[in-house]
């Protein structure tokens, strides 16, 4: 249970010992600053601990930003500061020097005025400050500024400032003005009913799965019912993060299963759509598979661009979208264009809803592909006039890069392509799959597609461009599987390549997850085990080459479940043991995906 630590006498008629135990801290009270640092000491390191000044005066929510936000382990609002595990020494040595100092009597233990802000100031690390906007958080000196303040207090509808602030900064059209001006009322509603933003998750998710059932019923009241639903689901994902921003319910666990439910809700779907649409007649997995192809190789652009951070701040690309971001109307074309999740669902609802499965697909593809050129080209205009990657930033890419043993093995050659390897191999693979289907020319390509990796990253992702390195690598994964199982021309054979896809999809996406928590790549053993990307596009082109249409698709099959099997597990595991083991809560609100 975490502590307050109240410092100085009770104020008449302040409210400040309930609105601290209503936040859930047990209340114990401080006259002087040896006492405060004697309780201090008592409390247990692994809790949370605030000193709160009696004077306080300010709205409750602003206690609560101040002290309850999981995401940071120092964080302070005026007359008040907390500490959770990972910044309690920094506290305690702050604590120290505070009462050390001279004049603070320490040793009789008179009162230090102001204490929580003084230890405030002599913290020797990064402390949070929260944004509190209209809020009130202040400590008056005297009765004539303390009834000034709670004035100021009852002039702000602390609600609606709550509501406000429970929905993302930055979002797409769509989220922003037919979503989120209910979603977060029912955020709220849940928040009442001690809902947790994971079981909203959860809901949202079993939502769209029952969507993809509808969907693959093939039947036009299934398609109307799973547009709806998805819809439905939706909601139920901006409101898990409201809910989340609303209560400050931030946690490790939470953000990884809101951001793998999203990736595992839109797979489903389109799965659903592929299964109605074959029970008219109409085979359309090899769309399917191409968008879940396009959309992950889109994400993975945004995180390695992300990483590398070698955008040039200056320069006619930046100069231009600077332009278009003082002109009101184009902000939102922008975010729009470039259908981020919320308008790519509402795009696929009303599709499903009024046509076939056949021109969702294809609306969605050239949608996701102007998108992804649009995004791509501004990224590398800005790059061209960048600078070097650092260090710290190659790593990540070469995390992203996902190499396996056969790329380890070829290290030792003295070959570096960086980005210009990496794209010989893509066109090599693909194309050859594309030329000439299964076969030995294939075979030699994705030889030649190893060899190209290695050299791609032979040495440090440290060039401007070197952040495509890990899209073109899951382009030209992909993009062999989904070839070589459509020109094996038999029935499942596409179905077990989107499986495949899928599986390995997730496990990059959980490489992307555990770098932007601060939790490094997944294990090289992990790695080595599912066989890198190389490995796999290897794998996957000999086995065309030496199997029937038949074998192949059982192949296919057996690997999408064996490398399921392997990442899950792994994955599953990693995420609770480092929900459980007190790791720092994190909560996404960049782009909107």
């Not at 043993?405 to 066109?427: C, D, F, I, Q």
């Not at 075979?443 to 032979?458: F, H, K, Q, R």
């Amino acid at each position: 249970m975490p502590t307050a630590i109240v410092t100085g006498p009770p104020v008449p008629g302040s409210s400040l010992e309930g609105d601290l135990r209503s936040l859930g801290f047990d209340v114990r009270t401080a006259a002087g600053a040896a006492e405060a640092e004697t309780l201090l000491a008592s409390v247990p390191g692994e809790e949370r601990v605030a000193l709160v000044d009696t004077r306080f005066v300010g709205h409750l929510h602003a206690l609560r930003l101040g002290l309850t936000d999981p995401r940071f382990p120092l964080s302070a609002i005026p007359g008040a500061v907390t500490a959770q595990r990972a910044g309690r020494q920094a506290l305690t040595r702050a604590m120290a020097r505070e009462n050390s100092a001279p004049g603070q009597g320490s040793g009789n233990g008179t009162l230090v005025e102001g204490l929580p802000d003084r230890v405030t100031a002599a913290l020797d690390t990064d402390v949070h400050r929260p944004e509190l906007g209209s809020l009130v958080a202040a400590v008056p000196d005297g009765p004539q500024a303390r009834n000034e303040a709670r004035q100021a207090v009852a002039a702000v509808d602390e609600e609606a400032v709550r509501l406000r602030s429970a929905v993302k900064a930055r979002d797409g059209f769509f989220t922003t003005f037919c979503v989120s001006p209910y979603s977060r009322h029912l955020a709220r509603w849940c928040a009442r009913r001690g809902l947790t933003p994971n079981q909203v998750t959860t809901a949202s998710l079993l939502t769209a799965l029952i969507a993809a059932g509808c969907a693959a019923t093939g039947t036009r009241a299934g398609y109307v019912a799973a547009a709806v639903l998805l819809l439905g689901s939706f909601v139920l994902d901006c409101a898990d993060g409201q809910l989340a921003r609303y209560s400050l319910q931030y946690s490790t666990l939470g953000a990884w299963l809101d951001a793998t439910f999203d990736r595992a809700k839109e797979y489903a779907f389109y799965a659903g759509l592929a299964l109605g649409a074959a029970r008219t007649g109409d085979d359309v997995w090899a769309l399917a598979l191409g968008a879940i192809i396009l959309q992950s190789c889109r994400h993975v652009v945004d995180f390695s661009f992300a990483e590398a951070r070698t955008g040039a701040a200056e320069g006619p690309a930046a100069a231009l979208s600077g332009r278009l971001d003082r002109v009101g109307w184009t902000v939102w074309v922008r975010r729009m264009i470039v259908l981020p999740i919320g308008e790519r669902w509402a795009l696929i609802a009303v599709l499903t809803a009024a046509t076939t499965p056949r021109v969702t697909f294809w609306v969605l593809l050239a949608g996701c592909a102007f998108a992804a050129a649009y995004t791509t080209a501004g990224r590398v205009l800005r790059s061209l006039r960048g600078g070097r990657v650092e260090d710290g930033a190659a790593r990540a890419l070469a995390d992203l890069a996902d190499g396996g043993p056969l790329t380890e093995l070829l290290h030792r050659s003295r070959a570096r392509g960086g980005v210009a390897a990496a794209a010989l191999g893509a066109v090599l693979v693909t194309g050859s799959a594309l030329l000439w289907g299964a076969g030995w020319q294939t075979v030699l390509a994705a030889v030649a597609y190893v060899i190209c990796s290695a050299a791609a990253t032979g040495r440090p992702l440290t060039g401007r461009l070197d952040w495509l390195v890990p899209p073109l690598f899951r382009a030209a994964e992909y993009g062999t599987v989904l070839v070589l199982a459509a020109d094996a021309e038999v029935n499942g054979a596409l179905p077990a390549a989107y499986g495949l896809v899928s599986a390995v999809a997730y496990h990059h996406y959980d490489t992307v997850y555990r770098i932007r928590g601060g939790a490094g790549a997944p294990p090289r053993p992990l790695v080595r085990a599912t066989g890198g990307h190389e490995g796999r596009t290897l794998a996957v082109a000999v086995l065309a080459a030496v199997l029937t249409a038949s074998g192949f698709t059982v192949a296919l099959t057996a690997l999408a479940v064996a490398v399921a099997l392997v990442v899950l597990a792994e994955s599953i595991r990693f995420w609770v043991a480092a929900h459980r083991g007190g790791a720092p809560a994190v909560h996404d609100e960049g782009e909107p995906a």
